[in-house]
Each structure stands twice: as structure tokens, then as C-alpha cells.
């Protein structure tokens, strides 16, 4: 079977075209580059010792993608491409609207004019909104957004839904991630923000490893166990196992909505003592102001994915941390000497 993976040259994309490729998969990668990095496809490829179709090029681009159907009998789609950072949507509306919205128009329009109906879509947590009780269960509704990325992932929800309820041959997995940390086992392929880090786990990798001076803390006073803020981290190989489940499992088409997360909260002092631990490596911080946004903890319920898909988070909160120090460690400026 072939599968299209959009997006395939980022951090989840590299990581899932790599399982893909372990169970048999034949995959297609389409992507622009703008945050991805063919070497980690070069690096996939030696992982695996398989070889990758890479197409570089903009999933709104409608003759691409017409050619690339009619090239390739594709079966079905996994669908990462897109821009990611909240803050950056804030500033940048028209930005993500484009790329995350009409770039899945685009990208359905040309999948129904080839005749492929099957799409695994990247969706996230944060489509919860920020009023919805802990934990997370896929049969509460979406909630509010507060944020132009937030609110294109839940548009594309709704119009992969809408497809789905016009169209009963489409086959639609909705894939609610958590908060995806870790790397390969190897330590060839991993997570390589340009510039500052958003998120937590690489801005502690980045530190540790002496690229940043100190962590921030974004608040100390939200009502948790030791007043940071908690979330549901999971390994990326587990997230990436969870799209080949959902791939080889959901047959029956429709729309299928899955929580991917541990369902365990961690904190983030809880983050940093424990990746001291496992590393031996100090992590210096301070306590800083909230970040505007934020939530105070949210983990899910992934009972679902493990009764309908036989997909749980198989590794722990140490393994996460030894293989994003691993990657790091390895690679202290991502891919960026051999771009
Ligand atoms: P990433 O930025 O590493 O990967 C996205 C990939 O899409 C990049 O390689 C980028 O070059 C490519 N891309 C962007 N715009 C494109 C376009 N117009 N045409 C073709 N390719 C394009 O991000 P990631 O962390 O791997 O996230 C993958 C998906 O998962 C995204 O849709 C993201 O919103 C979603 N998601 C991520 C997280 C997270 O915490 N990382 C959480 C929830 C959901
Ligand atoms: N944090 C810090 N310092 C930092 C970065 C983060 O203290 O330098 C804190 C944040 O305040 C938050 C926690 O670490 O309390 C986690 O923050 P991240 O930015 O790593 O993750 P978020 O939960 O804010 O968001 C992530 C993705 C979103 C996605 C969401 C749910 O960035 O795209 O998970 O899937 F929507």
C-alpha cells in the first residue's frame, strides 16, 4: 500500500514515515521545507534502509498534487503539513488560516477528484478549548479557541466531518494529539525548532546541552500539585505507532475521532527534575510570568484508541527524556550544519 504523508520532512512526519516504512508501507513524503529538513529523510532512509519518494512542494499547490495522484496509486493520506505555532498564528492569521485550512481544502479536493478517500488528519488537544473538564474524552465537543491555529485545527475537523457526512466513502481519522516529546531510539531523527523554542522539551534540551542560557518557567501559581502548569506528554514513536494503527484498523469508513496521549499529567518542575535524573545534566531556571493562554493542566483519556485501535503510549516519561538528550546531545544544532 501506498501512503501519501504530507508534512513527512518534520518532527512527527520523519518519525511516522520511519514506522510506516518498518511495516511495509510504500510512502510518498510531499513537503515544503518551510520547518522541515530533508536530511531527516536522508536519515530515515539509513534508519530503515529503505528508500522514501520525496516530493518538495506546497500542499496547496492543486496541479502538484493532481500529478502526484495520477503518478502514484496512493491509497490513502496522512496529513501533517502545516504551521504550528500559536504565538506566530496570533501575528500571522492569514498565514496559518492559509497554509493549515486551504491547504486541507486543497488537498481534499484533489483526493476526491483521484478517488482516494482515506485521510488521517493531524488534529490536537487543544481543540478541547479551555473550559473542558480533565480528562479529555473524544465525546465531549469541541470548544472554544483562543488562537488562529487552534481554531484552523478545528476547522479542518469540521470539514473533514461535513465531507465524511456528504460522502459516506470517506474514511476519516481525526487525531487528537497531546503534548508529543522524544526521539528515535538512534538519535538520528528528532525535534529541530529553528529559531527559539515554543515548547518545553526542546527548550530544556537546548539548554541542557548549552545553546540557552536558562528555562523559563511560565508561572508557578496555577492550582496544581506544585503550582506549574501539567500536560500529557508522549513519546513521538508512540504517536507515530498511533498512525500506523489507525491506518491498518479504521476500515469501515466515517469519521473516527482518537485522543492520543498517556493519560497521565506531568508537571513542569516535574519535567526538569526528572530529566536532571535521567541525564545527569543540570537544567538552570527561574520562575517567570504566565505565558497568556495557557491552561492549567490537561492530560487524556485515551481509553478509546487502546479499546478500537489496540494503541496505547507503550514508553515512559524516562525513555521520552534519554532520547531527546540522546538526540540532542548527538546533534546540538539539529540538522543545521547539513541543511
Ligand atoms: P513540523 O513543523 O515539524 O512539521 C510540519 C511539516 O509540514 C514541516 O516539515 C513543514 O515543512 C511542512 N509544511 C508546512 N507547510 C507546508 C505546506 N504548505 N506544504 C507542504 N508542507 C508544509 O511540525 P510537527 O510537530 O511535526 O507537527 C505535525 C502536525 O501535527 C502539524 O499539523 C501540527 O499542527 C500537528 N500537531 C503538532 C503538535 C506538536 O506539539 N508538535 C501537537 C498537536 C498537533
Ligand atoms: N513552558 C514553560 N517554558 C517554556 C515553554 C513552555 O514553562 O519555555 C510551559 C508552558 O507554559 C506549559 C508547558 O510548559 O505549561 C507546556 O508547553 P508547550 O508549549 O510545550 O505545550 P502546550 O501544551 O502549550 O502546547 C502544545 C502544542 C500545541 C498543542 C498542544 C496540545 O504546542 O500546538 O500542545 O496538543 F495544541
New binding site residues.
Given amino acids: 500500500m501506498s501512503i501519501l504523508v504530507?508534512?513527512?520532512?518534520?518532527?512527527?512526519?520523519?518519525?511516522t514515515v520511519v514506522q510506516l516504512l518498518e511495516v511495509g508501507y510504500d510512502v510518498i513524503v510531499?513537503?515544503?521545507?518551510?520547518?522541515?529538513?530533508r536530511e531527516?529523510l536522508h536519515r530515515v532512509e539509513t534508519i530503515t534502509s529503505k528508500s522514501v519518494r520525496f516530493v518538495e512542494?506546497?500542499?496547496?499547490?492543486r496541479p502538484l498534487l493532481d500529478r502526484l495522484f495520477a503518478e502514484y496509486a496512493i491509497d490513502a493520506v496522512i496529513?501533517?503539513?502545516?504551521?504550528?505555532a500559536v504565538g506566530e498564528s496570533v501575528e500571522q492569521p492569514l498565514a496559518y488560516y492559509?497554509?493549515?485550512m486551504h491547504?486541507s481544502l486543497v488537498l481534499c479536493q484533489a483526493m476526491a477528484a483521484a478517488g482516494v478517500y482515506k485521510i488521517v488528519?493531524?488534529?490536537?488537544?487543544?481543540v478541547y478549548g479551555p473550559d473542558a473538564p480533565v480528562p479529555y474524552i473524544e465525546t465531549m465537543p469541541r470548544g472554544s479557541t483562543s488562537n488562529p491555529?487552534g481554531s484552523s485545527?478545528s476547522m479542518v475537523e469540521q470539514l473533514l466531518m461535513d465531507l465524511s457526512r456528504a460522502d459516506e466513502r470517506w474514511s476519516v481519522s481525526l487525531l487528537?494529539?497531546?503534548?508529543?516529546?522524544g526521539a528515535h531510539p538512534s538519535g538520528q531523527i528528532g525535534?529541530?525548532?529553528q529559531g527559539i523554542p515554543n515548547?518545553l522539551m526542546p527548550f530544556i534540551a537546548q539548554v541542557a546541552v548549552g545553546r540557552r542560557l536558562e528555562l523559563s518557567v511560565f508561572g508557578d501559581d496555577y492550582s496544581t500539585e506544585d503550582g506549574t502548569c501539567v500536560r500529557d506528554y508522549l513519546h513521538v514513536m508512540d504517536l507515530a505507532d498511533g498512525h500506523v494503527a489507525s491506518l491498518s484498523s479504521h476500515r469501515q469508513p466515517g469519521v473516527h475521532i482518537f485522543n492520543l496521549g498517556t493519560g497521565q499529567g506531568v508537571s513542569v518542575l516535574k519535567m526538569i527534575k526528572t530529566f536532571e535524573q535521567v541525564t545527569g545534566q543540570s537544567v538552570p531556571y527561574r520562575i517567570a510570568p504566565r505565558r497568556e493562554g495557557d491552561i492549567d493542566a490537561f492530560w487524556a483519556d485515551a481509553g478509546k484508541a487502546k479499546r478500537e485501535l489496540g494503541w496505547w503510549a507503550k514508553r515512559g516519561l524516562e525513555e521520552m527524556l534519554r532520547d531527546t538528550w540522546r538526540w540532542q546531545k548527538n546533534n546540538p544544532h539539529g540538522y543545521l550544519s547539513v541543511k
Fill in positions: 504530507t508534512g513527512g520532512a518534520g518532527y512527527i512526519g520523519s518519525h510531499l513537503d515544503s521545507l518551510v520547518n522541515g529538513s531527516a512542494g506546497d500542499v496547496r499547490d496529513h501533517f503539513a502545516g504551521l504550528k492559509d497554509t493549515n491547504g488528519f493531524s488534529s490536537s488537544a487543544t491555529y485545527k487528537r494529539y497531546f503534548n508529543p516529546i525535534e529541530d525548532p515548547n
